[in-house]
């Protein structure tokens, strides 16, 4: 299609006209490097984000001085016109392009279109309306929007891109009678400004109302993108104040950890996850007397009690005793006699095992 306007006449009148065919200002002018399969945008459209597509296409033609055949300003000559053949070949390069952004089936569906100028306007009156249902949901998107973890930068970003749509969908009003001395749309510009910094505002976290509070007092408030500075710069202070704390907290541990293996040997040592400090629990237990803190290898009641214990209950301690041979009479309260019974019994064991008495001397035993 590039090649239409290739003819022997149109290279003739090339030829006779070589300082309109290689000026560079001219809209007929073309570059080498400006194949008609050029991909002007990242993404071809596909029938959504038809505004973020429009836009980026306006502004690769325009770059290449090509705009002119899609908004209308580059008129098409006659036939019998000098121009002509240009015309037509700039303008089947513009309609190329177009094909190769747009997705297959838009791009079949425009593809008998003779110039740029009526690709566009279809594309315009398919896709480039403002319905009330895509203000809705930028406006419901814009009140459910918060911050949450995300930092001020890809935060702004986001909801910068939701008052950028709202603006080509629905622009706001201007006073075009140029005699207008109330400032009318200067002072409309600075009611969207301030209703804009609000939002961005009120939708930060909490951790920037200090931040909040100086700006509300400011009169007047400054610019959104000075406002955005402001905050960016705070949460960096803020980033840096916490890793000094965390820094200052590990090293406070570490300190005390040292004192503790000094003062205690039983200590296990600091585990650290999350900020909590763990010592090493006690796994001592007797499974004779049931109780926690000793094994069943020192237990006083099994073993007896050491000379001088210090009993805590001046009842326990009346009913024990340490007699000669080790024994603790804990264990004759427990078995169901008397503490004299008991000595009488071990008195008549000690007999029989020195003098080989056999059992008259037990049936002598006074119960």
């Known amino acids: 299609m590039v090649e239409s306007g290739g003819t022997s006449s149109g290279n003739a009148w090339t030829r006779n006209n070589p300082l309109v ?12 490097s400006d194949a008609n399969t050029t991909q ?9 984000g ?3 597509w429009k836009r980026s296409i306006m502004l690769s033609l325009s770059a290449k001085n090509k ?3 899609v908004d209308g300003t580059v008129i098409k000559p006659v036939a019998s016109h000098v121009d002509f053949k240009l015309w037509e070949r700039c303008n089947d390069l513009v309609c190329s392009w177009l094909l190769c952004n747009l997705d297959d089936s838009i791009s079949r569906s425009v593809m008998f279109f003779k110039t740029a100028r009526e690709i566009w306007l279809d594309l315009e009156e398919r896709f480039g309306y403002a319905s009330m249902t895509q203000i809705f949901s930028l406006e419901q998107h814009l009140t459910e929007l ?4 995300k930092n001020v930068s890809d935060f702004f970003t986001e909801i910068k891109s939701i008052w950028d749509a709202m603006s080509d969908i629905s622009p706001l009003p201007c006073c075009t009678c140029r005699k207008c001395t109330w400032n ?14 609000l939002q961005f505002m009120m939708k930060l976290s909490d951790r920037f109302a200090t931040v909040r509070g100086d700006i509300l007092m400011q009169q007047p408030m400054p610019i959104i993108s000075n406002a955005f500075g402001i905050f960016s710069q705070e949460e960096r202070h803020q980033s840096l104040s916490q890793v000094t704390q965390q820094t200052e907290a590990l090293a406070f541990m570490a300190d005390n950890k040292k004192g503790l293996k000094k003062s205690n040997g039983n200590y296990k040592g ?7 400090t763990g010592f090493k629990k006690n796994t001592y237990f007797c499974t004779h007397c049931n109780v926690a803190g000793h094994s069943v290898e020192r237990c006083f009641k099994l073993h007896g009690y050491p000379p001088n214990f210090k009993f805590k209950d001046r009842k326990v301690a009346a009913n024990v005793s340490v007699n000669s041979s080790g024994i603790s009479n804990d264990n004759a309260v427990n078995s169901g006699i008397s503490v004299a019974q008991y000595h009488q ?10 003098s080989g008495a056999g059992s008259s001397q037990i049936s002598s035993f006074d119960h």
Do not use: W
């Open 270 to 276: 600091s585990q650290i996850a999350g900020g909590a």
């Open 50 to 52: 038809y505004s973020n």
């Open 146 to 149: 918060e911050q949450g973890s």
């Open 21 to 32: 065919s290689q000026d560079m200002s001219s809209v007929f002018y073309i570059h080498p």
């Open 345 to 354: 019994l071990m008195d008549l064991l000690n007999k029989q095992n020195t």
């Open 67 to 69: 705009l002119g055949f």
């Open 40 to 48: 002007l945008v990242s993404v071809k459209f596909n029938g959504t």
């Open 184 to 197: 009318v749309t200067q002072k409309v510009l600075q009611m969207e400004q301030d209703r804009k910094l």
